[in-house]
């Protein structure tokens, strides 16, 4: 590139340096520029395309490090999704990983959500690093989108949405019940107590959903974690890579409805009408999972990790 003074005379470069001055450092419009330059609006874009061209103006897109900005813009657009964040992390340990992925989805939600907002709230080891992440949110209403897993996090999904109501000073709506019952008839029979139909009556009011992903093969799933393995194996031949919210998809996203009539979770049509869906799911194992979840359509953000991003846009 030239160097400005080979392409701009002495009172030219003044004046462009001027100009450039006022609009991107000072933020005066190209309007007010114009009248105090005596020169028209128009002539006041051709300065900065000058200074631009010339090298006197020089814009840097400085992106954290942490963010790996080429594969989230990949795997945004491979997937159709509003955001993708990918959170570079060479080289550490899942424990590492996870919780630099539940910090950045803490920061992100932090931006994205707004007051009055009604989100719902899933459970998992990576969802449970965002929440402790997070220092403070506008005061909104937070509804459990799962039962009760049976264990593998320390908190529980109920704690983990009292968590978050407390630190958004809103109303929390948790459900006491498990997450997988034996049977349809009981799992009906829990839908029906006051407290759990108050909260899954409010999943028609949700304005975001944050969920997690499980795999089905390799196990990483507090779902399959919830089933006897005998039971594990026979969805994994019905055709089950992956589950959000307790609900089973194959490795194209279609359903596999096996167990929906025994767990207490929200539905994948009720889902599919929450306006904004973010789904944090991180680790190289659960990369079939988290395309299969992708391709069924409802999620439409997604933090993850640059080994996960890697394996979906290759």
Known sequence: MRSYEQVLRPAELIRAAGVARRYYLD????????TEFGISRFKVA??????????????????????????????????????????????????????????VAADYLT????????????CSRTLQETVFALTSLPRLTVVQLTGVHPGGVKENSV???????????GPAFP??????????????????????????????????AIVAI???????SLVRDSLTKTEASALRKRG?????????????GGPVTDIDDRVI?????????????IAVACGPRKARAIHAVLSAGFVTALVTDTDVARALTS
């Open 46 to 103: 051709r300065v900065l395309e000058d200074a631009r061209a010339a090298g006197l103006v020089r814009i840097d897109i400085d992106v954290p490090a942490q963010i790996d900005a080429g594969l989230s813009d990949a795997l945004r657009v491979r997937y159709g999704l509003t955001d993708a964040i990918v959170v570079a992390t060479p080289d550490e340990p899942a424990e590492s990983v996870r919780r630099s992925v539940g910090r």
């Open 159 to 169: 704690e983990l949405v009292r968590r978050v109501a407390s630190i958004a000073r």
């Open 265 to 277: 979770a929200i539905s994948t049509e009720q889902l599919r009408k929450v306006p904004e869906v």
């Open 111 to 122: 931006e994205i959500v707004t007051e009055d907002d009604v989100i719902g709230l899933a």
């Open 214 to 220: 499980g795999s089905w093969d390799p196990a990483e």
């Open 240 to 252: 089950v890579r992956g589950e959000t919210c307790a609900r089973l998809l194959d490795d194209d």
């Open 27 to 34: 933020g005066a419009s190209k309007v007010d520029i114009a």
């Open 175 to 208: 459900i006491y019940a498990p997450l997988v019952l034996p049977d349809s008839a009981s799992a009906r029979g829990l839908r029906t107590q006051p407290q759990v139909a108050d909260a899954m009556r409010r999943y028609r009011d949700l304005s975001k």
